[in-house]
Nanobody
């Protein structure tokens, strides 16, 4: 069992940056794939980014590619999402997730085994 807690959300103007953090407890994430999802009001949850157990293997949704960076710090048992050049359409609740399989097959909701409760990111124009 893994518990995930996100932090770092807030209000930012278009073009600004935020760094989201995900703190894990209950289990070490070394063998898990980790991912970030987001859900805007009235929309389904969508995959943003995923990182395999290899820290150098990552993928991103086309909408955030080149602007967002996922990373992990195994010593701290934490996952991060650095978000830059934020746009109003990035406004959403962002969720941290983990997958026991340890690899990323796309960034699919049903592939994730553990979820945090989310942190809200609001980007104003």
């Amino acid at each position: 069992q893994v518990q995930l807690v996100e932090s770092g959300g807030g209000l930012v103007q278009s073009g600004g940056s935020l760094r989201l953090s995900c703190a894990a407890s209950g289990s070490n994430l070394d063998r898990y794939a980790v991912a970030w999802f987001r859900q805007a009001p009235g929309k389904e949850r969508e995959g943003v980014s995923c990182a395999t157990t290899r820290s150098d293997v990552t993928n991103y949704a086309d909408s955030v590619k080149g602007r967002f960076t996922i990373s992990r710090d195994n010593a701290k048992n934490a996952v991060y999402l650095q978000m830059s050049s934020l746009k109003p359409e990035d406004t959403a609740v962002y969720y941290c997730a983990a997958r026991q399989a340890g690899f990323c097959s796309g960034i699919q909701y049903n592939d994730m085994d553990y979820w945090g409760k989310g942190t809200l990111v609001t980007v104003s124009s």
